[in-house]
């Protein structure tokens, strides 16, 4: 099945500066990543998602981008502010949601 | 649009009590839903598929008698939590699917259930 690799698993930055997260996926037939936001207590936010004929997708001060033949996939967050802390999770999905795999999750922590 | 309503947000329970969990679609009619499991600092387990008008998928490990799961509506999927034990303490988050299932649509989640078994 899919294996879903997420890094790094912890991120502090500086209020204004830009955050990285990026995953790997192992099955070329993935063609579905979303990004969810989960706040503390919360359920998983959808924030963006990027399907497989597409190599990068923006929305405001979020981006991802995705690199089909080195199977990765990034989530770029620019101008951070301290509501941006939370943990992010990426997937990776081959056709329906039930196939939907997510990674390990990364702590994002804004400091002010 | 797409609000998944999940409740309650917290329960405690005694073991051997049943513990049932809502999750409604409240602008969008769900034929699919999934219940998910997520212990600390750790990632979403999919637990089951929930299909409106038909018996649940489960997940290989998770026992059926045990998650009860019922999609009697379009827009409401329960789950059950059978003669709870502390080891089911966990926070349970629901999901629904805004579109065809064999399409990759976008996915929305509750705001999660924590539940404490004493």
């Known amino acids: 099945g899919e294996n879903v690799e997420q890094h790094p698993s912890t991120l502090s930055v500086q209020e204004g500066d830009s955050a990285v997260i990026k995953c790997t996926y192992s099955?070329?037939?993935?063609?579905?990543f979303p990004w969810y936001k989960q706040e503390l207590g919360k359920g998983p936010q959808l924030i963006i998602d990027?399907?497989?004929?597409?190599g990068e997708k923006k929305d405001q001060r979020i981006a991802v981008t995705l690199n089909k033949t080195a199977k990765h996939f990034s989530l770029h967050i620019t101008e951070t502010q301290p509501e941006d802390s939370a943990v992010y999770f990426c997937?990776?999905?081959?056709?329906?949601?039930?196939?939907?795999?997510f990674g390990s999750g990364t702590q994002l922590t804004v400091l002010p | 649009g797409a609000v998944v309503s999940q409740h309650p947000s917290w329960v405690i329970c005694k073991s051997g009590t049943s513990v049932k969990i809502e999750c409604r679609s409240l602008?969008?009619?769900?034929?699919?839903m999934f219940w998910y499991r997520q212990f600390p600092k750790q990632s979403l387990m999919l637990m089951a598929t929930?299909?409106?008008?038909?018996?649940?998928?489960?997940e290989q490990g998770v026992e059926k008698d045990k998650f009860l799961i019922n999609h009697a509506s379009l827009t409401l999927s329960t789950l059950t939590v059978t003669s709870a034990h502390p080891e089911d303490s966990s926070f349970y988050i629901c999901?629904?699917?805004?579109?065809?299932?064999?399409?990759?649509?976008?996915?929305?989640f509750g705001n999660g259930t924590r539940l404490t078994v004493t």
């Open positions: 999901s629904a699917l805004t579109g065809p299932s064999s399409y990759n649509s976008p996915l929305h």
């Open positions: 099955d070329s037939a993935s063609n579905y």
């Open positions: 990027i399907r497989s004929n597409v």
């Open positions: 997937a990776a999905s081959m056709g329906s949601a039930r196939q939907l795999t």
């Open positions: 602008d969008f009619q769900a034929t699919t």
């Open positions: 929930s299909n409106e008008g038909s018996k649940a998928t489960y």
